[in-house]
T-cell receptor, first 117, second 115 residues
Framework: GAVVSQHPSRVICKSGTSVKIECRSLDFQATTMFWYRQFPKQSLMLMAT?????????EQGVEKDKFLINHASLTLSTLTVTSAHPEDSSFYICSARDLGQGGYEQYFGPGTRLTVT | AQKVTQAQTEISVVEKEDVTLDCVYE???????LFWYKQPPSGELVFLIRRNSFDEQNEISGRYSWNFQKSTSSFNFTITASQVVDSAVYFC????????????FGRGTQLTVWP
């Protein structure tokens, strides 16, 4: 099956610094990738939809300037948390749609656990 | 508006018991997809099943079975003869079926299977 990787799997950073999380589709092309955030014992909340070659579409309440998304190629999307604060600590998960499967199959990365100290 | 409700926040069973996880959804779309995902403590989402709105056939896969009923907007998941390894959070999700592809997740049900 299709594989989506995320890097890093865990990251600890100091308050005020920026962190970049990569999401890659390893064996398929994905024009659309999604970024979710999950707080402990809560559901996944969609943050933004990332489209290759265009600006990301953010969900209401998500700060565009704080969570920068870049989808430079059909296999890579990045999420940069700028000027991170402890409240940004969360589990970030990306997903990608496989065009080869008619676009309906969606595959999730293993997630990145961000801790801001 | 799209909405997925998993009313059961936590369920505890003893090994070998059968357990059903409930999922009720809301959508005005005629074409949509329903999913179940398993999230073990490691955090990675494991895909279990996808069902489109035109296929109401129940599905069985080993100890897992799914009951899709459009009349009640429900897509319930049953684990037969549960095992400790089934302990995880289970999410039901809805995809509108458009090329947008965003998933609407329920709040999840934490299943704990005791030995």
């Amino acid at each position: 099956g299709a594989v989506v990787s995320q890097h890093p799997s865990r990251v600890i950073c100091k308050s005020g610094t920026s962190v970049k999380i990569e999401c890659r589709s390893l064996d398929f092309q994905a024009t659309t990738m999604f970024w979710y955030r999950q707080f402990p014992k809560q559901s996944l909340m969609l943050m933004a939809t990332s489209n290759e070659g265009s600006k990301a579409t953010y969900e209401q309440g998500v700060e565009k300037d704080k969570f920068l998304i870049n989808h430079a190629s059909l296999t890579l999307s990045t999420l940069t948390v700028t000027s991170a604060h402890p409240e940004d600590s969360s589990f970030y998960i990306c997903s990608a749609r496989d065009l080869g499967q008619g676009g309906y199959e969606q595959y999730f990365g293993p997630g990145t656990r961000l801790t801001v100290t | 508006a799209q909405k997925v409700t998993q009313a059961q926040t936590e369920i505890s069973v003893v090994e070998k018991e059968d357990v059903t996880l409930d999922c009720v959804y809301e959508t005005r779309d005629t074409t949509y997809y329903l999913f179940w995902y398993k999230q073990p403590p490691s955090g990675e989402l494991v895909f279990l099943i996808r069902r489109n709105s035109f296929d109401e056939q129940n599905e069985i896969s080993g100890r897992y079975s799914w009951n899709f009923q459009k009349s009640t907007s429900s897509f319930n998941f049953t684990i037969t003869a549960s095992q400790v390894v089934d302990s995880a959070v289970y999410f039901c999700a809805l995809d509108r079926g458009s090329t947008l592809g965003r998933l609407y997740f329920g709040r999840g049900t934490q299943l704990t299977v005791w030995p």
